[in-house]
């Protein structure tokens, strides 16, 4: 828990100031029952009108100002508990951004989303719990105990009978419902994945009718969650009708002892209804204590879930001294020997890969499914680590110069087309502060401009999120659009054409050839028609390179290439391209 705690340094001096709440609201409280005991005892019995109009209005004012502390613990604790887990909430989310690839694999989005949500949720209530009741409870407590003790030692014991019973009870109910906070919460975690699957799949589920295999595996781990909380529950719903029926029979203990006493005259009737209520308000402090216990063991586990990520370290950080690259470097990227495997992998993905990709050059990539092309591309911004060899940019290593250095100085289009709600000038302006006429421009080399256009708010149009209301192709184009937009001196394409038609592949490779005529171009690629005219070719083959140079020389060399391309183009087309 210790990388929680500076986020709750700043919130001292507010918990000094609700700790002075606190005891304000304690001397009111146990004072009263004192004045009550008076009036009765000194007031009634002696017929003194005076005295009971005085003491009255004391108490009166003393209530008022019990109101206020009151206020005040609820105010303290409420803006403590909030602002406490919304700088939690942002740390959380930082540290996240700071993650690799490496780390999402650990933690599964539906957890992070959990930890972010759900686990805050508990943390913030059992805190502002904590604050109004965990804190008042103690000093109330004592102070009772200390009260009662002071007006009848003698009656003191049935008062620790009764605070022992309910330590024992809660004692054992912690030790029966704590191990199971844990598996609720990995079950929240269970119900958080399936929803975001069946939401984000749900044109397949229909597409192959499988509605009910789905509703089927929600249903169980919606049940399983169900019966786990009910289990839990159940448990803890002992304690508030046992705690009430412990102060029931204490109260009734008190008044059957103390009439002995008040009868043989070793107590006033006053001091008796002031124990009796002493007895209450120390018998309530553990109830509110019960109460917290009730929440606590899960928010002890949020908060252990929440440190967990919190405590991750990021495997791709900035060097202590980062160097800086050329300012007016030309992008050149090597690989040097480059191996990769992922940490659960047996296998490497990438073994001993090197090549040159240069400026004023098109530089493709392609192999089987699974050959690792899209994974080699992934090292060049850093969104993964080299195990082995390494990889240059402009002659310096990528790993010792800052990461925002880097990336400011590539243009990287994912495999998938990944859009953000707002519009499209704001997606296509993303990566870097860009004018209209350099909007427009990207938009029009990335051949979007002819379906936004068409749209009713031209580049300001909507898009939903994950640009839902657009086709594969045209978010594919926006994609391509913000990386050109960006100016970057090293291209990067993981099969970004893919959802494109001929037509428009050709435009955008013929428009790009100009755009990106003194750039380094990287392209990964499925459809060799896309890479036929590219400077060199790499064919990747289980990781390894087996081959690079043109169309024409790789069609009499590689054996691994000339299956791709006779699979894709037909024998005139190969004969177009081999002259």
Same mark, same amino acid.
């Given at each position: 828990m210790r990388k929680l705690l500076p986020y709750f340094v700043s919130y001292i001096p507010w918990l000094i100031v609700l700790v002075g709440f606190v005891y304000g609201q304690t001397v009111v409280t146990l004072s009263l029952p004192d004045y009550m005991a008076d009036i009765i005892n000194k007031g009634i019995v002696n017929e003194d009108i005076g005295y009971i109009w005085q003491t009255g209005l004391w108490m009166l004012f003393i209530t008022l100002l019990g109101g206020l502390c009151t206020i005040g613990v609820g105010f303290t604790a409420s803006r403590i508990a909030t602002g406490f887990v919304r700088r939690l909430r942002l740390g959380l989310f930082t540290t996240i951004e700071s993650f690799s690839l490496q780390e999402f694999n650990t933690f599964s989005t539906a957890s992070l989303i959990t930890r972010a949500t759900n686990d805050m949720q508990q943390l913030q209530q059992t805190l502002v719990l904590l604050l109004r009741m965990g804190l008042v409870a103690p000093f109330m407590g004592v102070g009772a105990i200390i009260k009662a003790h002071q007006l009848s030692p003698d009656m003191s014991w049935i008062m620790v009978l009764a605070i022992g019973i309910l330590v024992t009870i809660i004692v054992i109910l912690f030790v029966i419902v704590v191990p199971k906070f844990k598996q609720i919460q990995k079950l929240v975690d269970r119900l958080s994945l399936l929803t975001r699957e069946m939401l984000t799949g749900m044109r397949v589920i229909r597409a192959f009718h499988k509605e009910s295999v789905e509703e089927t595996r929600f249903d169980k781990a919606n049940r399983d969650s169900m019966t786990l909380n009910?289990?839990?529950?159940? /448990?803890?719903?002992?304690?508030?009708?046992?705690?009430?029926?412990?102060? /029931?029979?204490?109260?009734?203990?008190?008044?059957?002892?103390?009439?002995? @006493?008040?009868?043989?005259?070793?107590l006033q009737i006053g001091s008796l209804l002031a124990f009796m209520q002493y007895v209450v308000q120390a018998v309530m402090s553990f109830l509110m204590l019960s109460f917290i216990f009730i929440l606590a063991p899960r928010a002890s586990v949020s908060a252990g879930r929440i440190n967990e990520v919190l405590a991750s370290r990021p495997t791709i950080v900035d060097p202590v001294l980062p160097k800086k690259l050329p300012v007016s470097g030309p992008g050149e990227v090597e690989f040097r020997d480059v191996s990769f495997g992922y940490h659960d992998s047996q296998e490497p993905v990438l073994d001993r890969v090197s090549f040159v990709a240069r400026p004023g050059q098109v530089t493709a990539i392609v192999g089987g499914t699974g050959s690792g092309k899209s994974t080699l591309v992934t090292l060049i911004p850093r969104l993964y680590d080299v195990t082995n060899g390494a990889i240059l940019l402009d002659g310096v290593d990528i790993r010792e110069v800052s990461q925002a250095d880097l990336r400011a100085r590539i243009g990287y289009v994912s495999q998938k087309a990944t859009l953000?709600?707002?519009?499209?000038?704001?997606?296509?302006? @993303?990566?870097?502060?860009?004018?209209?006429?350099?909007? @427009?421009?990207?938009?029009?080399?990335?051949?979007?401009?002819?379906?936004?256009? &068409?749209?009713?708010?031209?580049?300001?149009?909507?898009?939903?999120? /994950?640009?839902?209301?657009?086709?594969?192709?045209?978010?594919?184009?926006?994609?391509?659009?913000?990386?050109?937009?960006?100016?970057?001196?090293? @291209?990067?394409?993981?099969?970004?054409?893919?959802?494109?038609?001929?037509?428009? &592949?050709?435009?955008?490779?013929?428009?790009?050839?100009?755009?990106?005529?003194?750039?380094?171009?990287?392209?990964?690629?499925?459809?060799?028609s896309t890479i036929l005219q590219a400077?060199?070719?790499?064919?990747?083959?289980?990781?390894?390179v087996v081959g690079t140079g043109t169309h024409q020389t790789l069609m009499k060399s590689s054996k691994v290439y000339r299956e791709i391309a006779e699979s894709q183009l037909s024998e005139a087309e190969l004969a177009e391209f081999a002259s």
């Open positions: 009910l289990f839990v529950n159940r /448990s803890m719903i002992i304690l508030q009708p046992t705690m009430m029926l412990i102060m /029931s029979f204490t109260s009734l203990a008190v008044i059957w002892i103390g009439a002995h @006493y008040v009868d043989i005259g070793a953000f709600s707002g519009t499209i000038a704001t997606n296509i302006s @993303y990566g870097s502060r860009v004018s209209k006429q350099e909007l @427009y421009h990207a938009a029009e080399v990335a051949q979007a401009s002819e379906f936004i256009k &068409d749209l009713p708010g031209k580049f300001d149009s909507e898009i939903t999120q /994950s640009g839902t209301n657009l086709s594969g192709g045209q978010k594919q184009r926006i994609s391509i659009a913000r990386a050109i937009a960006k100016k970057p001196s090293v @291209y990067v394409f993981d099969d970004s054409f893919s959802a494109l038609d001929l037509k428009t &592949d050709a435009a955008l490779r013929q428009a790009l050839s100009v755009e990106t005529r003194d750039k380094t171009m990287i392209i990964v690629a499925q459809r060799v400077d060199m070719i790499v064919i990747l083959d289980n990781g390894k």
